[in-house]
Each structure stands twice: as structure tokens, then as C-alpha cells.
């Protein structure tokens, strides 16, 4: 009896098994696409044992297959759609058949929301606020771990994951525009399974996931529903040199020239100068651009035009998806940069007002610019980044406040930063910071000293271009100097076992309270003036450690004065005659005091004075 018993359930177990629908192909990315897009044609990557060898048909009014492109893996096919101006949106079938087998693959166009591709994008009337999810807020504990992801939740160890995510981001989002912040640039969201310092996310294991210790897609679209609530811009973090170890693909590449590959493990030798240098060598070129980011980062071949066109839609489906409105491109000198600005042109082909912010990691301010668009460069190259990001102010912040004033040193630095402004095509499109993920926090650049902090805060809020900021450096968040990790402390109060709730001012330290509360009002202010978003700017050398420029438009003059002595100063004011003309007095932006622009100004040690003339 318990022999036929077992004879029937091993059969009644074989039929289902067959009865059961082969998977032939195991993936379909984009997951879905868009009518009305500006690019008609868009690629289909499919993923199966040897799809190369099917027949694909679609019967969809206005959806024709323009090519079919295969590669030497025969486990690719790669399908070039077009979609006509009358397709409607809908679902249809992609039908594959090869011999006796058989799939048909339900595939999704949608309508794109109205004015998508005039969409608005940030501009230098915003101050960004940079933060790694990770390490911000855990607003859902039953993520920090996922079945089939190595890395959990473990708060003790510096480089390990520590819980942060997408609905800890929406809860502070009303924290955000209190503060003043107009757009939010988070570090990577996607799929990151790697087996160790998974935490930072720039290194995708999967384009078309959002890491579900993150959150899901649908919350990406959540967050930016949050900000945009909030007035506040969504910025995606754009990767494109390389992926992760990690990723599905790297068990069975599309193609042998998918990476850029050497004999044994080369890193790149990170000299972004040998771009712009006359007298390179192609080699130092090519280590530059083909080398590693890191071992757990393959380098992408960008010049391989079927991975272009894919991680091309990679952005344009996410920014589509969720409503982005700008992009910060990661490393973007480690890739051929012609080709690097082809993919950028492609992308802000979808949408011409997209404006977009490059990490150009030189060391001179003729560097940076000849990386912004519109630079007449003498080679003819044009990036396609509307923005760059200014590393050589940030060595000047780094520097100034901490040095004993001379011809060169402590304020004359900042003159002598600016005067170098010329170089670029649009100073207002800068993007200015005092730190980042990658760099000291800057509370360990002043050693905690609050003045020279707030010094910083001042000018960096006043200058030319925008402000970003770091996430913490409100409240002067603490760090480890020439540490990874020691830059990526956990925000306090950002997970309910947290000992103080800093985003709260009862949470917050006497010194904590009095930074946020200047910056708060810095930002503010920046928010309400045009005149700091995108007026000129005189400034005046440097004299006994004092520096004073002026930003003015039509509406208003800010006189910025800034005081780099240990000691109280007075200052004359016969000097600045040409912008203080008609002016009678001074009021403060950080406060209520009313200065009379008479003779002199009494300005107070280390300190920065910005004064809204009258």
C-alpha cells in the first residue's frame, strides 16, 4: 500500500513539473517603457539560454522591431523597438518561438505625464542637500535584513550596513524645507548585494531594483511625491563607469567587450589631469579610463554602443519613473569623457532642461571649467555638464581658516580662488561645498571650532554658485578625519534606540542648536534673495586678514566682510566707495543689528558680517 502510495505521488509530481511553464526568458529589462518619448526607437535587452536563436514577433498597432542585434553570448538578444507618434498605451505580447518552444511575454508602454520632457530641473536658486540613505534614517526596521542579501544591520561596525532608508528620507523630508533645502541628492538607491560595503550603493547589482533595505521602487516614487510636496527637487545619483561584482550579469556577460578587462586586476591610476594634459601618453590615458574603480567595480565599456543604449535607459527610465529632476554624475572622468558626454547628451535628449552636475575630482579651477558646457575648449570638447563641482573651493575652506594670514594664505585664498572665476562659462552653475561622502566632515577640518565653522557656513551660503550640504553638517555632526567611514556617521536620532533625537531642538546641543539656527537662517535667506542666487559678485583684496566682497543686483547689495583675526578689527570703509554709494546703513542677515556705513565697522574676531545694504 505505501509502495503504490509513493509510485502516485512520484507521478502526480513529475506531471506538475512538466505541466509547468518553462521560464525560456529570465529577464526582459527595461521592465517597462513610455509612448510620446522624444527617442522613438528604445532597446529591449532579454536574458535566456540561447534567446539569441528565436523568432520575435509583436502585433501592437504603431510597435514595430526595427533590428535584432545578438552578440557572441547566445544567452542575449537585443531588440530595437519603434514606437510610432499614434501607439497607444498598453499592454501587448512579445512572442518568441524556436523549434517547439514557445514563450509570450506580457510587456507594458505607459503614458508619460503631461510636460515630462519640459520637466524643471534644478538651478543655482537651490541649495542641495546631499545624504547617504544608509546612514540617515531607519523609518522601517523589518528591511535591515532580507533573505538572499548578505549584509543585515549591524550599527557597531563602521563599514557594515546600519538600516537607513527610503521611508526614513520621507519622514524628514518636512525637516528639510525647514531648513531651507530646495533639492535632495541621495547616493545611490539601487540593488547593491555585495558581500561587503554594500552600504554606499555604488556598486549595482541590479538597474531596474531599488535594494529592498532600501525600500521598494514604488517608494522611490513615494519620496519624490515627498519632496516635490515640499517644494523640494529629487536628484539621481548617475553612475556610469561602473557596475558591481555583484550583478546578475557577471555570471554570463552580454558580450566579451561588455567591461573593460586587463590580464590580472589594474586599477585606474585616478589622474583625471591626463585629460586635459598636451603632453599625455595614451597609456596613462587608457589605465585612466579603462582601469578599475575598485576590485569590486567593473569598469563598463561605454563604447560598446549596446551597453550605451542600456544604461542610457537605465536613467531615463528611473527619471521618468519617478519624476526626477536633475542628475549628479558620478566619476565622470574615468570614462572616455567623448563618450561619457555622448551619454550625458543622450539622456538631456529626453529632456533639454535637465540640468546636470559632474564629479570632476582636479585640483585647478581651469580643470573643473574646461568640464562645464559651453567652455570654448580649445580641443572642441563639450562634457554636457550644466554643472560642476568646485574641489578647489573646497581645498580653500579646508585651508583659509586655519593658517596665519599672509600674501597667500587665510583670506587671500578665497580672493585668489575667485579671481581664477573667468575660466568658467557659467560661475553661477557651481556647485560650492565644504564636505561630502568622500572627504573629511568638515567639523574635523575646524577641529570643532565653532567660529571657524560658522565662517565657513557664511561664505560658502554667499558665494557664486550654489551650496551643497552634507548631511549633519547642520548640526556640525562629528567625524574621523582620513577615514571612509569616518566621514558617514549615522545622523542621531535617525533610529528610535538613538540616546537624543538631533532633529529635534530639545535633541540637539547648545553648539549644535546655534550652528543649525545660522544655517537655517543662511539658508533661508539664500532662498528668499535672488541676489544671492545668481547676482554679481565684487570682491577686494584681502588686507590684515580681512576679506570683503559684495553680491547685488537690481534689488538689493549684500556686503560680505569677513574677519579671519583673532581679534576685533576696524575696518575702513572709504575703500569699497564704489558699492556703498547711497547706502546709509547695514542690516545683518544672520541678525537684527544695524550697522551705519560711516567711517568704520567694528567687526568681530573671527567672524563673517553679511550685511543687506540700505
Not at 557594515?160 to 530646495?182: C, F, Q, V
Not at 529626453?350 to 579651477?365: H, S
Amino acid at each position: 500500500m505505501n509502495k503504490v502510495l509513493f509510485i502516485l505521488i512520484l507521478s502526480l509530481s513529475t506531471f506538475q513539473l512538466q505541466a509547468k511553464p518553462q521560464l525560456w526568458v529570465q529577464r526582459i529589462e527595461p521592465t517597462s517603457w513610455w509612448i510620446d518619448m522624444n527617442q522613438p526607437e528604445f532597446q529591449l535587452m532579454m536574458y535566456g539560454v540561447n534567446v539569441s536563436s528565436a523568432d520575435i514577433t509583436i502585433e501592437y498597432k504603431g510597435v514595430s522591431i526595427e533590428k535584432k542585434t545578438i552578440t557572441d553570448n547566445p544567452n542575449y538578444v537585443f531588440l530595437y523597438l519603434k514606437i510610432a507618434k499614434e501607439t497607444q498605451p498598453g499592454k501587448f505580447n512579445i512572442l518568441l518561438k524556436s523549434g517547439n518552444k514557445k514563450q509570450s511575454i506580457v510587456y507594458e508602454l505607459k503614458a508619460r505625464r503631461e510636460g515630462s520632457s519640459n520637466r524643471r530641473s534644478f538651478t543655482e536658486a537651490d541649495a542641495l542637500y546631499l545624504l547617504m540613505p544608509d546612514r540617515f534614517v531607519n523609518g522601517k526596521t523589518g528591511n535591515d535584513s532580507i533573505r538572499g542579501y548578505h549584509q543585515g544591520v549591524h550599527r557597531e561596525i563602521f563599514g557594515a550596513r546600519h538600516g537607513g532608508d527610503i521611508e526614513g528620507i520621507i519622514s524628514k523630508i518636512p525637516y528639510l524645507a525647514n531648513l531651507g533645502i530646495t533639492a535632495l541628492w541621495t547616493t545611490p538607491l539601487f540593488d547593491n548585494n555585495d558581500t561587503k560595503y554594500s552600504y554606499h550603493h555604488y556598486a549595482c547589482s541590479d538597474y531596474y531594483k531599488i535594494d529592498p533595505r532600501l525600500g521598494c521602487n514604488e517608494d522611490y516614487i513615494r519620496l519624490s511625491e515627498a519632496c516635490h510636496a515640499n517644494d523640494i527637487k529629487l536628484i539621481i545619483d548617475v553612475v556610469p563607469n561602473h557596475c558591481g561584482s555583484s550583478h546578475w550579469w557577471m555570471n554570463d556577460l552580454p558580450a566579451k567587450d561588455w567591461l573593460n578587462t586587463w590580464p590580472e586586476y589594474t586599477s585606474s591610476n585616478y589622474r583625471m589631469t591626463a585629460w586635459t594634459d598636451p603632453h599625455a601618453s595614451i597609456s596613462d590615458k587608457t589605465r585612466l579610463m579603462n582601469g578599475w574603480f575598485a576590485p569590486n567595480m567593473p569598469d563598463l565599456n561605454l563604447q560598446n554602443p549596446l551597453l550605451f543604449d542600456y544604461l542610457r535607459q537605465v536613467y531615463v527610465f528611473w527619471i521618468e519613473y519617478a519624476n526626477i529632476d536633475g542628475m549628479r554624475v558620478d566619476t565622470y572622468p574615468y570614462n572616455e569623457i567623448k563618450t561619457a558626454a555622448r551619454f550625458i547628451q543622450s539622456i538631456r535628449n529626453e529632456y533639454p532642461k535637465m540640468n546636470v552636475v559632474g564629479e570632476c575630482w582636479v585640483k585647478t579651477p581651469a580643470e573643473i571649467a574646461y568640464y562645464q558646457s559651453g567652455n570654448n575648449n580649445k580641443d572642441g570638447f563639450d562634457s554636457q555638464l550644466t554643472s560642476v563641482m568646485d574641489f578647489c573651493l573646497k581645498d580653500v575652506f579646508s585651508q583659509a581658516f586655519n593658517e596665519a594670514e599672509s600674501w597667500d594664505n587665510g583670506m587671500a585664498r578665497f580672493y585668489g580662488h575667485y579671481a581664477q572665476d573667468f575660466v568658467y562659462p557659467n560661475q553661477n552653475m557651481i556647485m560650492n561645498f565644504l564636505d561630502n561622502h568622500d572627504i573629511d566632515r568638515y567639523s574635523t577640518v575646524t577641529k570643532g571650532d565653532v567660529g571657524k565653522y560658522k565662517m565657513a557656513l557664511a561664505l560658502l551660503i554667499t558665494s557664486r554658485g550654489y551650496p551643497q550640504i552634507y548631511y549633519g553638517t547642520e548640526i556640525m555632526l562629528e567625524g574621523i578625519a582620513g577615514n571612509y567611514e569616518g566621514h558617514r556617521f549615522d545622523f542621531p536620532g535617525g533610529w528610535v534606540t538613538d540616546k537624543r533625537n538631533a532633529f529635534t531642538p530639545e535633541g540637539r546641543t547648545e553648539k549644535e542648536n546655534e550652528v543649525f539656527n545660522y544655517l537655517k537662517t543662511l539658508l533661508n535667506y539664500r532662498k528668499n534673495n535672488s541676489v544671492l542666487q545668481n547676482g554679481l559678485m565684487k570682491q577686494f583684496i584681502p588686507e590684515n586678514g580681512i576679506y570683503v566682497n559684495f553680491r547685488y543686483n537690481d534689488q538689493k547689495t549684500i556686503m560680505i566682510i569677513a574677519n579671519n583675526n583673532q581679534e576685533i578689527r576696524e575696518l575702513q570703509l572709504a575703500r569699497f566707495n564704489e558699492m556703498l554709494k547711497g547706502k546709509t546703513e547695514g542690516v545683518e542677515i544672520a541678525g537684527s543689528k544695524i550697522y551705519k556705513l560711516q567711517n568704520l565697522i567694528s567687526i568681530p574676531a573671527k567672524t563673517v558680517l553679511m550685511l543687506e545694504l540700505n
